[in-house]
């Protein structure tokens, strides 16, 4: 439960309860009727733009107020009960009363997977739900990705159109029943259709066909995942070559058919918020699912019509021991969109851009109002950390420590995500993507103007990064109001310092591919010192020459090359890239007197290893290099001397040179690799902490994504007594940056003059 403001200190007969939090649309009203009903209380509930307004009287109403908090719905978080005693009233029972608009202060619930309950109905012959598939309840089902604006009424959210037949309505006013005002109630009789029925779609799955199915928060791409012709025509039509693909199973039962999970794992699978979670493959999928990586992401059904489908392609079971039994169909379950585009989320944009990869496109007539991709989570040290925040999570904001002004956070370029503060509340936005097309920049702008109205704030001001060639950059200048620029590795350290409630002094590292340093410097692996509203650089990894710039990035041999340069060995471009002849005109470039831009970056680091170790001379997608190598490295060892070390400065020459020499395997190389690269930064920290004098350290950034490298580098410093902060309720790479932004914007508001304040433009 929340903060619990202004108690009485004595039991009164009437009370007056402010209840502050994601309270609406989870069912908090009926939950309060029948609670009240049950103990004899009078008065009344209704939702408002601050959250849940309820007066109750009679009875025992200090023990009503423990239990508001003890025993609410499953999908409501308490922020705060705040209570006010009044004078006794009449007692005229209970009353649901209409809702209140006004200035928005409370929040919308993410979307929540469908509930047991509901399951239980859908595969019941005698239930009027039987086979629905869009049966929900209080407890389940979307909220975020329906809804137009707060309060959460039906008339608000894209259910607007389907007006309740009589056993909805009854249904709907019941207070025994577990629809009492659920706001999206629907049944056959009433409510919205699909396009085909789930029998036709299990078919042409099994058969080997590609199927585009409108889901919660846009269309899923699918195919029999066992089908190895099918996956590798998805990649050809999707044009989408060896980024790894997610797989959804029936069941936890069935998860042993895709993947090795862990006990955990298997939990996170099977929360409210049905994430895609990264594990162990266990190898029986084709490799085209997820070529080249030793981990798949997993999921579960989480709408009706998911379940449906698995449901028919088990031969349609009259009874339902079927749904905790192993099947045998795993899918593969892909977000709809090409080149990097938005979800694709309405019927007509689904006609246009997706008929050329599906054969068969599946609709229903209910508007998505919001797109939300779906999550993904990793364990890492043992608890949950998120590669892509959407769906489940977004938008439940982040506490912050204190109360302060209203700042929109433009975020990055890639992962794009945008934060907008009101109070001591941060809302961070889904995942929107990388901002360099106009598809996704459209989708950009759509979210900030949700996000506010849905809060209902006016930015007092905008933070964005130093990038002044960002999309987000643009954008935030173009707002009006003052602009707060936030260095980006600053921005990584600060979210992760923020999330944990650390304000005191603290040391961070940020491992990332790129990011403007604090005089446009091209930055990605910088030691930094914290402390209030101020930051200071420490030092950094070594700076690697990255022939072609922002190019290196997407041709790891140029990062060879680069390495090769440094360490005075262009004669072995020849023997390394042989099979690259641009390699061999860049080594002649160099050679004539071309001196490349220069990074200290940890991503190109890992780039400029592989590609001495002979991975890839070009990268289909981002990190995929990186992610092949880590893949390769069972056992992490260090190499004795990999790495040299000033008060400033981190340099892993040694090591570039003993993996040039090709003396190792690509796996050999791979384990030196990571093992030399946590010894080494761990040494480095240590340094710094005892020339400090600190003992907390955070890390962030889109490197510490790595498994490996997180899990490494957290037992290291552990163990040498430090306390490692690593990003847990947002993504470590690029799209918790808006978080980060506005966290140092607000540190920097609070600590100016008004004189200071005005020079910001």
């Not at 056993?167 to 009492?180: G, H, I, L, S, V």
């Amino acid at each position: 439960m929340g903060r619990v403001v202004a108690v009485p200190s004595q039991a009164s007969q009437r009370l007056r309860v402010r209840v502050r939090g994601a309270v609406q649309g989870v069912g908090f009203r009926p939950f309060v009727y029948g609670l009240a009903t049950r103990m004899d209380l009078s008065g009344f509930v209704r939702n408002d733009a601050s959250g849940v307004l309820l007066e109750a009287q009679g009875g025992d109403v200090q023990r009503f107020l423990e239990r508001l908090s003890r025993d609410a719905p499953p999908l409501a978080r308490i922020d705060a009960i705040e209570v006010e005693e009044l004078p006794l009233g009449e007692d005229f029972g209970f009353l649901i009363l209409e809702s209140v608009a006004g200035k928005s202060q409370t929040r919308i619930t993410p979307d929540a997977a469908v509930c047991r309950s509901c399951l239980d109905e859908l595969f019941d012959p005698a239930s009027r739900f039987y086979l629905y598939p869009f049966v929900t309840c209080t407890h389940c089902g979307p909220r975020y990705a329906l809804s137009r604006r707060l309060p959460y009424d039906r008339a608000q959210t894209s259910m607007a159109p389907f007006a309740m037949c009589p056993e909805c309505a009854r249904d709907y006013r019941d207070p025994r029943n577990r629809r009492f005002h659920a706001e999206p109630i629907a049944c056959p009789t009433c409510g919205p259709r699909l396009s085909h029925a789930p029998k036709e779609i299990a078919a042409a799955l099994i058969s080997g066909l590609i199927v585009a199915v409108k889901g919660v928060g846009g269309f899923h791409l699918m195919c029999d995942a066992r089908n190895a012709g099918a996956v590798e025509e998805l990649r050809r039509r999707k044009q989408r070559d060896a980024k790894p693909f997610a797989v959804m199973v029936a069941n936890p039962a069935s998860v042993g058919k895709a993947a090795r999970a862990a006990p955990q794992e298997l939990d996170l699978l099977q929360s409210v918020t049905r994430p895609i979670v990264l594990m162990e493959s266990a190898g029986a999928l084709p490799r085209a699912v997820a070529p080249g990586l030793g981990r798949i992401g997993v999921m579960l059904p989480y709408t009706p019509l998911h379940h449906l489908i698995f449901h028919e392609a088990a031969g349609a079971p009259k009874d339902q021991a079927w749904r905790d039994s192993p099947q045998e169909l795993i899918l593969v379950a892909t977000s709809a969109n090409l080149g990097g585009d938005p979800l694709v989320k309405d019927n007509d944009e689904a006609q246009a851009q997706l008929a050329s990869i599906a054969d068969l496109i599946v609709t229903h007539d209910r508007e998505i109002v919001t797109r939300v991709d779906d999550s993904v989570l990793s364990l890492v040290g043992g608890a949950p950390a998120f590669l892509r925040r959407a769906r489940g999570f977004a938008p439940e904001p982040i506490e912050l420590a204190s109360d302060g002004p209203c700042v929109i956070a433009a975020g990055a370029h890639l992962k794009a995500t945008l934060t907008v503060t009101r109070g001591r509340e941060a809302f961070v936005s889904q995942h929107i993507g990388d901002l360099s097309g106009a598809a996704t920049t459209r989708f950009y702008r759509e979210t900030a103007a949700k996000l506010l109205d849905l809060l209902d704030v006016a930015p007092e001001y905008v933070a964005c990064d130093l990038h002044p060639d960002y999309y987000s950059t643009r954008w935030a200048e173009g707002q009006g109001a003052p602009l707060i620029r936030v260095q980006h590795h600053c921005a990584h350290l600060a979210g992760v310092l923020a999330e944990h409630r650390i304000e005191g002094p603290a040391l961070g590292l940020a491992l990332d591919g790129h990011g403007f340093g604090d005089a446009g410097q091209s930055w990605g692996g910088e030691l930094m010192r914290f402390e209030g509203a101020t930051w200071r650089r420490l030092g950094g990894l070594s700076p690697l020459p990255a022939p072609g710039g922002d190019h290196a990035a997407r041709e790891p041999w140029r990062m060879g090359v680069g390495a090769l340069a440094k360490l005075g060995r262009l004669d072995a471009a020849e023997r390394l890239f042989a099979g690259e002849p641009r390699a061999i005109e860049m080594k002649g470039l160099i050679e004539k007197g071309y001196a490349p831009p220069v990074t200290s970056s940890m991503g190109r680091l890992f780039d400029a290893a592989a590609a001495l170790l002979g991975f890839s001379s070009g990268q289909r997608y981002e990190a995929q290099a990186a992610m092949e190598m880590e893949a390769l490295a069972a056992v992490p060892c260090a190499m004795e001397g990999g790495f040299e070390m000033t008060e400033v400065e981190l340099d892993f020459g040694p090591l570039l040179a003993a993996l040039a020499d090709r003396k190792f395997t690509p796996q050999e190389g791979s384990e030196l690799f990571h093992g030399t690269i946590v010894e080494g930064c761990a040494a480095f920290i240590l340094r710094a902490a005892e020339a400090q004098r600190l003992d907390i350290v955070a890390l962030g950034g889109g490197c510490l994504m790595n498994r490996i490298l997180a899990e490494g580098l957290t037992r290291r410093l552990q163990a040498a007594g430090l306390r490692v902060l690593l990003a847990r309720r947002l993504p470590p790479n690029d799209g918790g940056i808006s978080f980060g932004q506005a966290v140092v914007a607000r540190s920097f508001v609070q600590s100016r003059t008004a004189e200071e304040l005005a020079l910001c433009v």
